[in-house]
T-cell receptor
Framework: DAGVTQSPTHLIKTRGQQVTLRCSPK?????VSWYQQALGQGPQFIFQ???????QRGNFPDRFSGHQFPNYSSELNVNALLLGDSALYLC?????????????FGPGTRLTVL | AQSVSQHNHHVILSEAASLELGCNYS??????LFWYVQYPGQHLQLLLK??????LVKGIKGFEAEFIKSKFSFNLRKPSVQWSDTAEYFC????????????FGTGTRLAVRP
């Protein structure tokens, strides 16, 4: 049973650039949530996608956008990167249609902005 | 705003010692409660969860947690820790009226000495 997978594992960008991170949910799941985990902090909710639409959003600027594809996989895009965007980006999947509230996390993508 | 507090940032124990990690949240209403663990080099894994019913919930690897509604607390316990329990532990809360987003505490880093 494949768990949540994310790519790439690590990424280095410079300020002002744009980045795309990818996530494949756990088999059978239909919902993807994205979190940002800064060093020494707990994960912070960015947004959630269900049925290819943004269902809920946290307190992140519009530079953070996403997409969900028909196969339930998802992308997180960040434009105009800032130094403060350096963090571990986590994807979590769940089965919203099945009423399962539990989110399962992937290994994350470590983004470094120079 | 919602907040989740984990007062113990770093805990050092010897093997066989008992463990209790505190978690408090700052809002009323119906909540779902979770403890996640992140072992060194691994991704966030679900330890246990509380949705309703018996306030004492048992999770994997001998962990348990007690939901005390009057104290807005969900403390994690283990009677006898092992070296392999060395990890970072995160408490997370989902407020039913706020959709599916998880609000995490800042985490507690546990080191168990052999």
């Amino acid at each position: 049973d494949a768990g949540v997978t994310q790519s790439p594992t690590h990424l280095i960008k410079t300020r002002g650039q744009q980045v795309t991170l990818r996530c494949s949910p756990k088999s059978g799941h239909d919902t993807v949530s994205w979190y940002q985990q800064a060093l020494g902090q707990g994960p912070q909710f960015i947004f959630q996608y269900y049925e290819e639409e943004e269902r809920q959003r946290g307190n992140f600027p519009d530079r953070f956008s996403g997409h969900q594809f028909p196969n339930y996989s998802s992308e997180l895009n960040v434009n105009a990167l800032l130094l403060g965007d350096s963090a571990l980006y986590l994807c979590a999947s769940s089965f919203l249609s099945g009423g399962t509230d539990t989110q399962y996390f992937g290994p994350g993508t470590r983004l470094t902005v120079l | 705003a919602q907040s989740v507090s984990q007062h113990n940032h770093h805990v050092i124990l010897s093997e066989a010692a008992s463990l209790e990690l505190g978690c408090n949240y700052s809002y009323g209403g119906t909540v779902n409660l979770f403890w996640y663990v992140q072992y060194p080099g691994q991704h966030l894994q679900l330890l246990l969860k509380y949705f309703s019913g018996d306030p004492l919930v048992k999770g994997i690897k001998g962990f348990e947690a007690e939901f005390i509604k009057s104290k807005f607390s969900f403390n994690l316990r283990k009677p006898s820790v092992q070296w392999s329990d060395t990890a970072e532990y995160f408490c997370a809360v989902k407020k039913k009226s706020s959709g599916d987003k998880l609000t995490f505490g800042t985490g507690t880093r546990l080191a168990v000495r052999p």
